[in-house]
């Protein structure tokens, strides 16, 4: 749309077709905090999770649901 133009250009798309819950919003709120640590059988357990993407960009997005963040 014109009013997102701005945002526009390269972009990595992923797609996911589970929605963020409430828990997982706060985990983002959170970046760096991390709450995995002593849980095996996560995937972010090493503190890096969602922190890996501004390797890639420095305004990393996500559309879950109704919101975007």
Not at 49 to 58: I, M, Q, S, W
Request: charged share 25%; net charge negative; proline share 3%.
């Amino acid at each position: 749309s014109e009013e997102m133009k701005d945002w526009q250009g390269p972009a990595i798309w992923i797609y996911n077709d589970a929605e963020f819950s409430a828990k997982d919003f706060q985990a983002l709120i959170k970046l760096g905090i991390g709450g995995k640590s002593y849980d095996d059988t996560k995937i972010g357990k090493f503190g890096i999770g969602f922190n890996c993407a501004f390797h890639v960009t420095d305004l990393p997005s996500l559309v879950s649901g109704r919101y975007i963040a």
